[in-house]
């Protein structure tokens, strides 16, 4: 699945603090893993003299960093590909050169492919191996490189710790990948080819990651993984650690009050971490669950391994350990052999178990799995009307979570300056963002908020009156 062209060679590199800084412009597609992803090679190319730019015009260093879930994902980076091939070109006129990655799981699944097809790419590179940039960079000098193999060492033994001032400039709510790849093999997805099997990060590294974190100020830690719930880290006492345990042991990370966690599948989801829901405080009551379609048959030509009982079991175990929580999930529909009964099942799971939120798609093949050479491929117009039917009661749904908050009390972590002078912005317990009339002085506090109203994305509200003679 793998090939790698390059050409070893070496440059001579001028001391660092005599070369100029030169400009990184980075786009990532995709998920919070990408996010992360996409800072963490900003902060390795520093220290080799780039800076981020939000300017394409500028960048001598261009990187696309892919995700390869979303439907048609390799036509829409060549699409991509084209615009920063024109920049380039004109940039080359003027006597500048630029370097053009493709970074990623397309990356992955399409590695030589790309160059050939795209003679702009000087560069490409895997998820597992971005932690190499600056060298494969230097070796792209001389032609394109191509880097997709599975790499012997681990990636974040490589990675480099920002600057305090960096990390403060992001926020104060972060992502911190504990987890990558995948073992599941669901008959839909790539991942296990691009992103590889299941591995853990070691307690200890992730502990010290997020000790630097909250030193700089960031209050709420997302963990992310393919698989984030069969998190199996060594601990510092050398046993396995579940994800349950590694969260108790970041809630004692001073200035860390929230912790989340995505993606989760439901065969990982044991009595261990439903019970944190009820016992730990940190642990924000809102779950990220894919549960893909409510029909068993499809469940089992998905290789999803569990079935609609066993899904609806797990919500009402976890709704008996957190009555607050709220659920999100994913669905594809029209998956191959979906009957108009399938997709009827799927509705009556939905409104059986009601979700806060949730992402919904039409099934389109991914070469190389095995959904895509299935019998019984479901016509478009079909998807599209069961996709039309799924989303509106997963909107109503979600649009009567939201007003359900109306009058209540939530506890905001506010982020950033509001839409308009004299707002700021925060999110709630549920991942919604809330706009309140306050100071931007409360950036970085979790304060009580009444929601008064809300639009179609966000609620309103306003400090509760202790809160707002304190300041």
């Known amino acids: 699945m793998t090939e790698t062209i390059d050409l070893p060679v070496e440059t001579a590199a001028e001391p660092?603090?005599?070369?100029?800084?030169?400009?990184?412009?980075?786009?990532?597609?995709?998920?919070?893993?990408?996010?992360?992803?996409?800072?963490?090679?900003?902060?390795?190319?520093?220290?080799?003299?780039?800076?981020?730019?939000?300017?394409?015009?500028?960048?001598?260093?261009?990187?696309?960093?892919?995700?390869?879930?979303?439907?048609?994902?390799?036509?829409?980076?060549?699409?991509?590909?084209?615009?920063?091939?024109?920049?380039?070109?004109?940039?080359?006129?003027?006597?500048?050169?630029?370097?053009?990655?493709?970074a990623g799981c397309v990356a992955q699944a399409g590695g030589g492919e790309i160059v050939r097809r795209q003679k702009a790419v000087d560069l490409v590179v895997g998820p597992q191996n971005y932690h190499r940039l600056p060298e494969l960079l230097r070796r792209a000098e001389a032609m394109p490189v191509i880097d997709t193999e599975f790499p012997v060492e681990d990636k974040f033994d490589f990675l480099v710790t920002p600057p305090r001032r960096v990390t403060q400039a992001r926020g104060v709510a972060a992502f911190v990948t504990v987890q990558e790849g995948c073992d599941k093999f669901c008959t839909f997805c790539v991942v296990p080819y691009t992103r590889g099997a299941e591995v853990s990060r070691p307690v200890e590294k992730i502990v010290a990651e997020v000790a630097d974190l909250a030193a700089a100020g960031v209050r709420e830690i997302t963990l992310l993984g393919q698989n984030v719930n069969a998190y199996h880290g060594e601990g510092p006492d050398g046993r396995v650690w579940s994800l349950a345990k590694l969260c108790a042991r970041l809630a004692e990370v001073p200035g860390i009050a929230r912790l989340r966690y995505t993606t989760s599948h439901p065969n990982d989801m044991d009595g261990d971490l439903i019970a944190a829901h009820?016992?730990?405080?940190?642990?924000?009551?809102?779950?990220h669950l894919p549960v893909q379609s409510g029909a068993d048959a499809i469940l089992s030509r998905m290789n999803r391994k569990h079935d609609r009982a066993a899904y609806r079991d797990i919500v009402r175990r976890l709704r008996d350990a957190c009555p607050d929580i709220a659920l999100s999930s994913?669905?594809?529909?029209?998956?191959?052999?979906?009957?108009?009964?399938?997709?009827?099942?799927?509705?009556?799971?939905?409104?059986?178990?009601?979700?806060?939120?949730?992402?919904?798609?039409?099934?389109?093949?991914?070469?190389?799995?095995?959904?895509?050479?299935?019998?019984?491929?479901?016509?478009?117009?079909?998807?599209?009307?069961?996709l039309a039917a799924l989303q509106e009661l997963l909107d109503a749904q979600r649009l009567a979570f939201n007003r359900s908050l109306v009058g209540r009390t939530l506890a905001v972590l506010f982020e950033k300056k509001g839409r308009h002078v004299g707002q700021i912005a925060g999110r709630s317990p549920y991942l919604q963002p809330v706009q309140v009339e306050a100071p931007e002085a409360l950036i970085g506090r979790i304060l009580p908020v009444e929601i008064t109203g809300l639009a179609s994305n966000s609620l309103f509200g306003r400090l509760m009156p202790e809160e707002t003679q304190r300041l």
């Open 278 to 287: 009820r016992d730990l405080p940190a642990l924000m009551p809102y779950l």
């Open 16 to 102: 660092q603090n005599a070369a100029p800084r030169r400009k990184l412009f980075i786009k990532s597609y995709g998920c919070q893993m990408n996010a992360y992803d996409a800072q963490k090679m900003t902060d390795l190319l520093a220290p080799a003299g780039f800076d981020e730019t939000q300017t394409l015009d500028d960048a001598d260093l261009v990187i696309l960093n892919t995700c390869h879930i979303r439907e048609r994902a390799a036509e829409k980076i060549f699409s991509e590909l084209g615009k920063v091939r024109e920049v380039k070109d004109a940039r080359r006129a003027g006597g500048l050169a630029t370097q053009v990655v493709v």
């Open 330 to 386: 994913d669905f594809i529909v029209g998956f191959p052999g979906e009957s108009d009964a399938d997709f009827a099942a799927t509705l009556d799971l939905v409104q059986e178990v009601t979700f806060a939120s949730a992402f919904s798609f039409k099934y389109s093949p991914r070469p190389g799995t095995p959904g895509a050479e299935m019998d019984e491929q479901v016509p478009e117009a079909v998807k599209v009307a069961r």
